[in-house]
């Protein structure tokens, strides 16, 4: 019997989160696409509940965050019980995002509403299809898939491993998973709860016995996740009854009782990383390229976030725009922000599971203090929300960096916060609404209009456009005064003072953005050479023509 051959530009192995949003994004952008998924049918787990704060701001700079809005409730912070004391707060309400809070949402619903945008936009997941072997070739790689019992080859240019912790990818390609079991046993129960009122926050509770982490989310149920230091001898494939759970429940938080529930599970953790996201034109996203403890819910919200890094570059190289070698970027990106979690949420457990008494007293005193003191407590939340997360120590943002600007204004690499903008044709503008439009923006900033710092704007905007064309979109930033009405120069007013304060644009410097929410570079002074070189390291010189 002949074999099915079809070709496409881009497939994307697996359809959870991470596949379901990379289709979206490349089919948004003219992109060809195959999804292929082994399973019938989606996974009926609540798994990831909650989108931070840099997801959503990376969703909203892709147009996709109302979506997930809709359907979640937000939670603003968490509470700490250490068995002394009042609980201590952990709060987000007050962080600077559109976003200050963990947006609840169980992961079955986020891959509905990804698996229902995808369908909108024309493509299905093609269900019952797994990947069984992937070849490598001059063109992109070649993979067999077994689709209802019969096989197909997809020849693609570009092959996107989502396909999870135990990627058939990684395991075709030979590409290692390094790193450990961490030897932990975790506890997770969907239920409801008795006899305690989480008052809408996430709740942790440390005790000499493990530690206990409450959130609810739907349906009056609330996620239970438990680590019982005096049960992690428990074989690693034993089931976990309710009685079981609600024992280890009273050891570490007495008077707390479960009932009803819907998912039981016992499981055990690992750290591992792909030593590269990049091999060849196969590309390693979310689970598929890092895992890591529960702490701090992070793993759907990493792959989630590789997805944005990788797929405009994709994008750009596919259309003609930039190099191959700008993909490289999302390696460099992207890896050292997945070890920094691994190491962050390993730390957190080891102060769970601090051996002996007296570390034990320290834990409770450290978790006290630190919770009391800000400055900790906002490096905590930062963490959590994944606002901290910067990408300084890639050789472009190391290159691109400027020395003579402030301390505090952001550099190459660095994350963009929202900030607040008036436009005469929009006067509730802000500034993600303005990144949305281009791939690249570029904001010139001046204390007050003169013709000098006018004309010098005119000439960069004139340049860019020249050279790059509507790939970049140039802005003349005004700190007050009345606008300039020139028809090619668009003119915005930083009536808040928000654009100095936040980002540190000071009278004459000139920042350039990238569309994925991230400062491309930003100089002190405006010097043309120098900033059309920066751009060329993203894009080619007259790429449209
Ligand atoms: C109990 C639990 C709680 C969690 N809580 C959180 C949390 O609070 N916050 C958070 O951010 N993350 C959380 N996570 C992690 C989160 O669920 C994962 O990080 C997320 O699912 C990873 O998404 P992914 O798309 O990379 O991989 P997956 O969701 O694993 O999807 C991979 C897909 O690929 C398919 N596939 C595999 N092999 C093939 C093949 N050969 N051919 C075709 N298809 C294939 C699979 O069937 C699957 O559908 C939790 C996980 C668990 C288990």
């Given at each position: ?282 590309f390693f996203i979310g689970d598929a390229a890092h895992i890591h403890n529960p702490a701090g819910g992070q793993g759907m919200n990493l792959g989630l976030q590789d997805v944005l890094n990788l797929v405009w570059k994709l994008e750009f190289v596919i259309k003609g725009y930039s190099h191959d070698s700008i993909l490289n970027t999302y390696h460099e ?114 204390n007050h209009i003169n013709d000098s710092n006018f004309d010098q704007a005119k000439k960069v905007s004139k340049q860019f456009q020249n050279e790059f064309g509507d790939l970049v979109r140039t802005y003349y930033i005004l700190q007050n005064g009345a606008p300039s009405r020139d028809e090619n120069l668009s003119t915005l007013i930083d009536v808040k ?49």
């Open positions: 019997m002949d074999i099915l051959k079809r070709s496409t530009q881009v497939l994307i192995v697996g359809a959870g989160p991470t596949g379901l949003l990379a289709a979206i994004e490349l089919v948004k952008r003219g992109i060809s696409c195959i999804i292929i998924e082994k399973k019938e049918e989606r996974s009926p787990f609540s798994k990831a509940l909650g989108l931070h704060a840099r997801t959503l701001e990376t969703l909203e700079l892709m147009g996709l965050a109302d979506l997930f809005l809709e359907k979640g409730y937000p939670v603003t912070g968490s509470r700490l019980h250490f068995g002394i004391g009042k609980p201590s707060k952990l709060d987000f309400s007050q962080l600077d995002t559109p976003f200050p809070y963990v947006l609840v949402l169980p992961q079955y619903d986020t891959e509905e509403i990804l698996e229902n945008h995808l369908e909108q936009l024309g493509v299905e997941v093609e269900r019952h299809s797994e990947l069984i072997d992937l070849e490598i070739n001059s063109e992109g790689a070649l993979a067999v898939v077994n689709r209802n019992g019969h096989r197909e080859q997809i020849q693609a240019n570009y092959v996107l491993s989502c396909d999870g912790a135990h990627s058939k990818v990684r395991e075709i390609l030979k590409v290692p998973f390094e790193g450990n079991k961490e030897n932990m046993i975790f506890f997770l129960a969907d239920a409801k709860i008795k006899q305690f009122n989480s008052k809408g926050y996430m709740n942790v509770f440390m005790a000499n016995r493990g530690m206990l982490f409450l959130l609810p989310f739907k349906n009056h149920y609330t996620r239970v996740i438990a680590v019982d230091l005096a049960k992690q001898n428990r074989p690693h494939s034993s089931e976990l009854s309710l009685q079981e759970l609600q024992d280890s429940v009273n050891n570490i938080a007495p008077g707390i009782t479960l009932a009803d529930p819907v998912w039981l599970s016992q499981f055990g953790t690992s750290h591992r990383l792909v030593p590269n996201y990049r091999h060849g034109n196969v990106e992207r890896h050292f922000i997945a070890s920094q979690v691994i190491s962050a949420t390993s730390k957190m457990m080891h102060v769970v599971t601090l051996p002996s008494p007296i570390l034990k007293r320290a834990r409770r005193i450290v978790g006290k203090s630190a919770t009391s003191l800000n400055a900790i407590k906002n490096f905590a939340v930062k963490g959590l929300t994944e606002l901290k997360f910067n990408y300084r120590h890639s050789s472009q943002a190391i290159n691109h960096y400027d020395k003579r600007l402030r301390k505090n204004a952001l550099q190459a690499g660095d994350r963009v916060p929202d900030a607040y903008l008036f436009s005469g044709h929009s006067p509730q503008l802000n500034l993600f609404s303005i990144l949305k439009q281009h791939p690249f923006t570029c904001f010139i900033y001046a003072n928000e654009l100095q304060k936040k980002i540190g644009l000071t009278d004459g410097s000139i920042i350039v953005f990238r569309q994925d929410g991230i400062v491309a570079f930003h100089q002190k002074h405006i010097d043309l050479e120098q900033c059309s070189e920066k751009l060329r390291f993203w894009m080619l010189q007259r790429s449209l023509g």
